[in-house]
């Protein structure tokens, strides 16, 4: 069973802070996806990574994918209010598996 | 807002009731999937069909029956349900089975 291991599960910052959120395996993925969820909505497609070592930008958030494409992280810079929600890490092995969720706040 | 349109956004129903909630995409895919969200919890997994086809199933209660009748439309057919299967269930599509997912908003279930 591939299982997907997100930290942390909860994060609570001031506006302006940075913050790195991480999705570890020991299991290869040959892709993996990252999710933001607010409340009352589905799961919206941030980002999808392939390569090893492969980094993507999408304004404040960084996302890289592992060169052995076992784990992947998410920085987000200079964190603001609506950044708020849960954000989850998906990667795909035979199906899809999910990470547990990093529930993030962010205060003004 | 989402290309994934589920319905109906809310439902409450008791024991005995048997009722359906609906997905439907236009984008093409041919992988829809169901899965149950818990407060707080990532989504879980229930059902996959690939080309109108029942390919995965994760050991779900037979009270939950999925329908494809067609590339654009999946169905859960609800029936008997325990107060533990309330929860948020959401519909994803994806253009083949190991590509992106894209989900609805979800349907909210209540049981009483």
């Known amino acids: 069973t591939q299982l997907l291991e997100q930290s942390p599960q909860f994060l609570s910052i001031q506006e302006g802070e940075n913050l790195t959120v991480y999705c570890n395996s020991s299991?290869?993925?040959?892709?993996l996806q990252w999710y933001r969820q607010e409340p009352g909505e589905g799961p919206v497609l941030l980002v999808t990574v392939v390569t090893g070592g492969e980094v993507k930008k999408l304004k404040r958030l960084t996302f890289q994918f592992g060169d052995a494409r076992k784990d992947s992280s998410l920085h987000i810079t200079a964190a603001q209010p609506g950044d708020t929600g849960l954000y989850l890490c998906?990667?795909?092995?035979?199906?899809?598996?999910f990470g547990a969720g990093t529930i993030l706040r962010v205060k003004s | 807002d989402t290309e994934v349109t589920q319905t109906p956004k809310h439902l409450v129903m008791g024991m005995t009731n048997k009722k359906s909630l609906k997905c439907e995409q236009h984008?093409?895919?041919?992988?829809m999937y169901w899965y149950k969200q818990k407060a707080k919890k990532p989504p879980e997994l229930m059902f996959v069909y690939s080309y109108e086809k029942l390919s995965i199933n994760e050991s779900v209660p037979s009270r939950f029956s999925p329908e494809c009748p067609n590339s654009s439309l999946l169905n859960l057919h609800l029936h008997a349900l325990q107060p533990e299967d309330s929860a948020l269930y959401l519909c994803?599509?994806?253009?083949?089975?190991?590509?992106?997912?894209?989900f609805g908003d979800g349907t909210r279930l209540s049981i009483l």
């Open positions: 994803a599509s994806s253009l083949g089975r190991a590509q992106p997912q894209h």
């Open positions: 998906a990667g795909y092995g035979n199906k899809l598996v």
């Open positions: 299991s290869v993925f040959s892709s």
């Open positions: 984008m093409g895919h041919r992988a």
